[in-house]
């Protein structure tokens, strides 16, 4: 059974840089069937996708937050994480990772997200 | 960007109702829309793909429908354990986007 788990610190100052990391187990980071992607979902709000990576190095972002993100993947310890620099209370937010599975449909791909994190709250606050 | 949009935005309902939510995308994508549940402190769970395929182990209950702009979910009986927020997304590109979530709770 495949899980993912989210790790890093729970508390950030303003203007410094996010760091969490995604661990998988129970299955290959490297296979050529999926993506990997970082979701957050601040207090009592609702869900924002903050981009993927597949692991070739391939990336993409939310462009809302393009100039700031930075996802990476580590095929040796299968993992993934995410930078995100020079934050402010309103980054403050339960951060999940996700399994991202492409699924053919109507000549293109969907991409779904099937396999998530339990999630890690991040504050930022000084 | 795609723009999702839900309605409603919270519903009560009691045990064996059948519920209706709505989600609306601001142009066309196809198919391509996926249907989430999430319970309090919990990830989300995905429960439909592709607009109207159920994700393996999820109750027959739960059925989507839809195309282009407009889709539904519907549960048929509502039971206890589906009390709970519900999202949709689309899943064209990776420009993914979500819906502001639909919140059924015990009426």
């Known amino acids: 059974q495949l899980q993912l788990q989210e790790s890093g610190p729970g508390l950030v100052k303003p203007s410094e840089t996010l760091s969490l990391t995604c661990t998988v187990s129970?299955?290959?980071?490297?296979?050529?069937?999926?993506?990997w992607g970082w979701i957050r979902q601040p207090p009592g709000k609702g869900l924002e996708w903050i981009g993927s990576?597949?692991?070739?190095?391939?990336?993409y972002y939310n462009p809302s937050l393009k100039s700031r993100v930075t996802i990476s993947v580590d095929t040796s310890k299968n993992q993934f994480s995410l930078k995100l620099s020079s934050v402010t209370a309103a980054d403050t937010a339960v951060y999940y990772c996700?399994?991202?599975?492409?699924?053919?449909?109507?000549?293109?791909?969907?991409?779904?997200?099937?396999?998530w994190g339990q999630g890690t709250l991040v504050t930022v606050s000084s | 960007d795609i723009q999702m949009t839900q309605s409603p935005s919270s519903v009560s309902a009691s045990v064996g109702d059948r519920v209706t939510i709505t989600c609306r995308a601001s142009?066309?994508?196809?198919?391509?829309l996926a249907w989430y549940q999430q319970k309090p402190g919990k990830a989300p769970k995905l429960l439909i793909y592709?607009?109207?395929s159920l994700q393996s182990g999820v109750p027959s209950r739960f059925s989507g429908s839809g195309s282009g702009t407009d889709f539904t979910l519907t549960i048929s009986s509502l039971q206890p354990e589906d009390f709970a927020t519900y999202y949709c997304?689309?899943?064209?590109?990776?420009?993914?986007?979500f819906g502001p979530g639909t919140k059924v709770d015990i009426k």
């Open positions: 996700a399994r991202v599975w492409p699924h053919f449909t109507d000549k293109e791909f969907g991409y779904y997200f099937d396999y």
């Open positions: 129970g299955g290959s980071i490297s296979s050529s069937s999926y993506y």
């Open positions: 990576i597949y692991y070739s190095g391939s990336t």
């Open positions: 142009q066309g994508i196809s198919s391509w």
């Open positions: 592709a607009a109207s």
């Open positions: 997304q689309q899943a064209n590109s990776f420009l993914f986007t």
